[in-house]
Every structure is written in structure tokens, then in C-alpha cells.
């Protein structure tokens, strides 16, 4: 699996990915310093000289090119992404990579579900084709693909936090809230679920396509008839073969998580990355902002690389 | 023709063989479309949708931004009011942004298709970089460089949204340049503007025209993301993502308030789904039913 070729595929993504994340926060830097004022603008400082130390503390004294370069020698020999401007003292990159750290427990957990639910859903509705079962579960892909994910958390929310809190008496409910930085385990299966489900009706809707024309297959008829058990058969040589095409939507998957995390974290209170970026834009916090763009620019390049991986170990003739 | 079922039309005999009435492609996708129901219903629902908005740019049940007797939001805002509104700002959102990419990814994808060589690998190069990044990272960026009005909200949906269009019409150009048809008009002396916009954008059509109907719902998702964020049009304006982000808030006292800006999104997103899927069907010439 691992040969030399596809170790000097992986060397080239990699500086491929450091590139594009370069040259996105170049962008997002420029774009961000060419607007007009800054980040003081809204504070009413009456003594000059404060305003100057201040902007002499950020940098921000300097000529555009030098702040640039300043900033670019920073992150590159340091990984080091500054100071927030809203919060003096706080160090970008590290509350950055412990947001990450909360970002990727809730998208773990989404994406296990999305892989496990959508691939479970199709298969049954495959194996049952056009009984009620299929009718179902086409159905549900089709709700779950029409519906944004914000309108599913707030469904949940409206259920399992506020009526199934007044059904029970306060006995079983959703607590609304995030518990300290990692929530509790109680927590974390709602919004999952909610970031998840759009994009598991997608693979339940691949899983059935590509699961109906397997099962048609020849050596699929050879392996029922020499007696093996339909489990065995739908398991081991059906679904196999029929995850394939399933794989290759991974990619645009976990970028959809990423992405999607950000209206999540919003609405369920996560202290991850997606609530840090919209924070620091409304706050106009520009070197957070600058900050999250970055990461996010290398975390989607990462996360497709090792779905590219993958793809080997599931389909073994792909090779890089 | 009406018959009455098992009644022979003796003119549709053309020897032993049954001969198909003679209709053009969109007649025939018309009468395909009629038939799915859902389409049907969600078409229906469409039209509805837009009649609220048209109405509501006149007249509301009650000023949308003061107090009303009928359900109302936290502020005392009418809901039903606001939901019309929405209805106008969605469906501008929807519409605005497609007219963009349908514009830009003819003009793209039809140069790269049409003129190959170096143009291509360029509009291709292009297309694949936008592809490697976020759609989200894009808009928010964009939102953040240019401003949050509406107008500048459907530029930033479409420069995040253009690639499909541009590559299905790439793609259809390459198919189509090498037909007979085309190869006739060029023998017949047709300049390549002619050829294009005369020969090969006609016969590509039915693709744009299904991949156009399945952007609009992406892009009124993609505003209704951006405005429940807080960074989509300016809070007063009531779209239906700034309307849900509000009622959370209230969340467990008046869970109706996330409710209906929640439905009436979800149903236009399936509507122009369904209709898409409909359109697909109905335009594809190999399915003759």
C-alpha cells in the first residue's frame, strides 16, 4: 500500500497543501488590511499616544509590505499567527488549535454517523427494494437532503430540549448549552446528528443506487447459490464493491462537515472553530479572522489528502 | 390527440409500425413534466411562493417592522408578514444568482469547450483551484471585502457557485462541437460566434435549464446560511435565515418563531428539488414516454 510512489504523491500534496494555505492567508491578510480603519476605530481613546502605542504594538505603524512580510516570517518559522486584537494577549495559534481539537471531536462524530447511517439506510432500502422499508428510507434521504442543517438542529432542539423536557417533566431532556470545552457525552449526539444527517441521506441515496446494481452482479448470484448466508453475501461481496463509488463522495463530504460545522458550533454553543470564525468577523477581530481562514484553508487540504488515502485501502486497484 | 383508449388512429399508421406524432423537444418535455406529479405539485408550490412574494412587494397583512395582533416574533413582528418578505428576498437571492452563473458559465464554458487548446486548460485550471476551496471561506470573504447588501450578497453566491454551470457547458461544447450538425454549419460557412450561440448553445440548453433549477435552492440555502450567521443582508430585512437565528433566542418559550421560517425554506428547497428532478427527467430526449 504505502510504496515509494505514493509516499512522493503524498510529499507533493502536502507542499501542494502548505502552498494553497500560504497563499490563502496572503489573500485573506491583504484583503483584510486594504479595508478602511481598523480595529480601533470603535474605541473612543481621547489620549493620541495610546492609539500609537497600541497600533505600534500590532504592527500596524508599518507600511502595508512590511507588515506583511513580518507576518508571513511569523507563521511560516514560527507557526506563530499573532496576537487577537479584541482580546490583547491571547495567542492565535493556540486557541486556535484547542478550538480545532473541539471542532474535530463534534465532525468525528458526525461523520461516523453520517458514513454508519447513510450506509446502513441504503443498504436496507437496497435489499428491500420498493417495499414500504425503501419507501421510507428514500424518503427520510430526501427530507434530510431538502433540509438545511441549521432547520434540523433547531427541529431537535424544539423536540428533544423543549418538548420532550415538558413531556417527562424535566426528567429526560436535551440540555441546551455546551458543558465546559469538550461537552459532555450526553451532548454531543444532537448536534452530530444534525450537522450530519443532510449528507448521510446523500450516501444513503449513493449506498442504494450503486447497492442495486451490485447485487445484480454475477458473482454476487455465484456466492448465494454455493449456499453462503444473505448476511455474508450483502456484507462481504455485495456492499464491498458497492462502497466504491460511495468513497469518492468522502472528499466534498468532509469539507461539507467542516463547513457545515460552522452553523452548528453557532447554534449549539461549541467553542470550536466555526464559532470562533463568525465570532471574529462580527467582533472584527481581523487577525483571528485571518487566523481562522488559515487553518481552515489547511484542514480542508489535510482531510482530503487522507480521504485520498483511503480510497487505497478500500479499493485496493487505486493506486498514486 | 384525444382517442378513446384502444381505438386506432388510422393516421398514425405508417406501414406496420406505430409512427410517433411529430413534436418538438420542449413540447414533449412539457407533456413529460405534466406527468410527474410531484414535479406538478412542487411547480404549483413555486408559483405560490412567488405570487406571495410579488404581492408582498405591495402589500402585507401587517407593516413588517411594527407590532401586530396576529403571531408575532420576540420583537412583536408579524410572522406572517415577515415569511411573505423573506419569500421576495429568497427568491431574488435564488433567481439574481443563477442569472449570474447561467450568464458566466455559458460564456466560460462555451469558450473552453468550443475554442479548446490553451483557453481550456486556463477556464479549466481556474475552475478546479475555486473547486479546492470552501464555498463558505469564499462568501464570508467576500461578504467581509465587499459589504453585506443584497446585491453584493448574490455576487458572492455566484462566484462561489459558477464552476458547475461552467464545467456542464464546457462539457456539452466539447460533445456538441464534433456533431454532424455543427461540422454541416461550418462547412456551410458559419462564423464561430454564429456557431456557438446559434447551433450549440440551443442544443445544450436542456442541461443548463435542470442544472440552473437545482442552483437556485443551493443558493437560496446558501443566503439563508450567510443571514443566520449574522453576516448575510442587514438584520431588519427579514430573511428567512436572519428570522431562525432570531427565534432561537426564544427557543423555548415560542418554538414557532424557528418553526415557520424553518418550514417555509425546507418546503421551497424541496419544491425546486422535485422540480429539478422533474426537469431532468422531462428534458432527457431518450426517455420517450
Keep these: 500500500m504505502l510504496t515509494r510512489g505514493s509516499l512522493i504523491y503524498m510529499g507533493q500534496r502536502v507542499v501542494l497543501i502548505l502552498f494553497t494555505t500560504l497563499a490563502v492567508s496572503s489573500l485573506v491578510f491583504l484583503g483584510v488590511h486594504s479595508l478602511p480603519g481598523n480595529a480601533f476605530i470603535s474605541e473612543h481613546r481621547i489620549n493620541p499616544q495610546a492609539i500609537a502605542e497600541i497600533m505600534h504594538h500590532y504592527n500596524l505603524d508599518l507600511p502595508l509590505w ?31 488549535l484547542r478550538e480545532a481539537t473541539v471542532s474535530a471531536e463534534v465532525g468525528g462524530v458526525a461523520l461516523l454517523f453520517t458514513v454508519g447511517v447513510g450506509v446502513l439506510l441504503g443498504v436496507i432500502a437496497a435489499i428491500k427494494q420498493n417495499t414500504w422499508i425503501d419507501y421510507v428510507a428514500t424518503t427520510t434521504s430526501v427530507i434530510g437532503f431538502s433540509m438545511p442543517n441549521f ?38 449526539p444532537v448536534p452530530a446528528f ?36 444473505s448476511r455474508i453475501v450483502i456484507t462481504r461481496h455485495a456492499l464491498r464493491n458497492a462502497l466504491i463509488p460511495v468513497v469518492t463522495i468522502l472528499g466534498p463530504l468532509v469539507t461539507g462537515i467542516i463547513t457545515g460545522s460552522v452553523v452548528i458550533e453557532n447554534i449549539f454553543g461549541i467553542p470550536g472553530l466555526g464559532k470562533e470564525f463568525v465570532t471574529s468577523i462580527l467582533n472584527r477581530d481581523y487577525n483571528i479572522v485571518i487566523g481562522v481562514f488559515t487553518f481552515y484553508a489547511g484542514l480542508v487540504g489535510l482531510a482530503n489528502l487522507v480521504v485520498d488515502m483511503l480510497y487505497t485501502v478500500i479499493d485496493p486497484r487505486i493506486r498514486y | 390527440m384525444a382517442l378513446a383508449p384502444g381505438v386506432a388512429n388510422p393516421q398514425e399508421y405508417v406501414g406496420d409500425t406505430v409512427a410517433r406524432e411529430q413534436t418538438s423537444l420542449w413540447a414533449d418535455a412539457w407533456r413529460r413534466l405534466r406527468r410527474n406529479r410531484l414535479a406538478l405539485v412542487a411547480t404549483v408550490f413555486i408559483g405560490f411562493v412567488l405570487l406571495v412574494a410579488i404581492i408582498s412587494v405591495f402589500w402585507t397583512p401587517y407593516p413588517i417592522y411594527r407590532e401586530s395582533v396576529a403571531p408575532t416574533d420576540q ?30 458559465g455559458i460564456l466560460v464554458g462555451l469558450t473552453a469547450g468550443y475554442y479548446r487548446g490553451i483557453l481550456d486548460g486556463v477556464i479549466s485550471t481556474v475552475i478546479n483551484i475555486f473547486y479546492g476551496i470552501p464555498s463558505l471561506l469564499v462568501a464570508l470573504l467576500m461578504v467581509l471585502l465587499l459589504g453585506r447588501g443584497l446585491d453584493k450578497i448574490i455576487i458572492a ?133
Design chain 1, 66 to 96: 512590511d507588515q506583511y512580510r513580518l507576518f508571513m516570517s511569523n507563521l511560516i518559522l514560527h507557526g506563530n499567527l499573532g496576537e487577537s486584537v479584541i482580546n490583547r494577549g491571547v495567542q492565535i495559534t493556540p486557541l486556535l
Design chain 1, 151 to 188: 432547520v434540523i438542529a433547531s427541529m431537535l432542539l424544539v423536540f428533544f430540549g423543549v418538548w420532550l423536557y415538558n413531556w417527562t417533566g424535566g426528567a429526560f431532556y436535551y440540555d441546551i448549552g455546551w458543558n465546559g470545552t469538550y461537552g459532555t457525552l450526553g451532548q454531543l
Design chain 1, 194 to 229: 444534525a450537522l450530519g444527517f443532510p449528507y448521510a441521506s446523500i450516501v444513503a441515496r449513493l449506498t442504494r443506487a450503486s447497492m442495486l446494481e451490485t447485487i445484480k452482479q454475477d458473482y454476487v448470484r455465484t456466492a448465494r447459490a454455493k449456499g453462503l448466508p
Design chain 2, 75 to 104: 420583537a412583536g413582528r408579524d410572522i406572517l408578514s415577515r415569511l411573505a418578505v423573506g419569500a421576495q428576498i429568497s427568491l431574488e437571492v435564488g433567481v439574481g444568482t443563477q442569472i449570474l452563473v447561467v450568464a458566466f
Design chain 2, 157 to 289: 453566491i455566484a462566484a462561489t457557485s459558477w464552476m458547475d454551470m461552467a464545467r456542464l457547458v464546457r462539457g456539452q461544447g466539447l460533445a456538441l462541437r464534433e456533431r454532424e450538425f455543427v461540422e454541416a454549419a461550418r462547412a456551410g460557412g458559419a462564423k464561430a460566434s454564429r456557431i456557438i450561440f446559434r447551433h450549440i448553445l440551443p442544443n445544450a440548453l436542456g442541461p443548463i435549464i435542470v442544472q440552473a433549477t437545482f442552483g437556485v435552492p443551493a443558493a437560496i440555502l446558501f443566503e439563508a446560511f450567510l443571514s443566520f450567521l449574522g453576516l448575510g443582508v442587514q438584520p431588519p430585512a427579514p430573511s428567512w435565515g436572519s428570522m431562525a437565528a432570531d427565534g432561537f433566542q426564544a427557543l423555548r418559550l415560542a418554538p414557532h418563531i424557528v418553526l415557520a421560517p424553518a418550514l417555509a425554506l425546507s418546503l421551497t428547497l424541496m419544491a425546486f428539488n422535485f422540480l429539478g428532478d422533474g426537469l431532468r427527467d422531462a428534458l432527457d430526449p431518450r426517455q420517450k414516454r
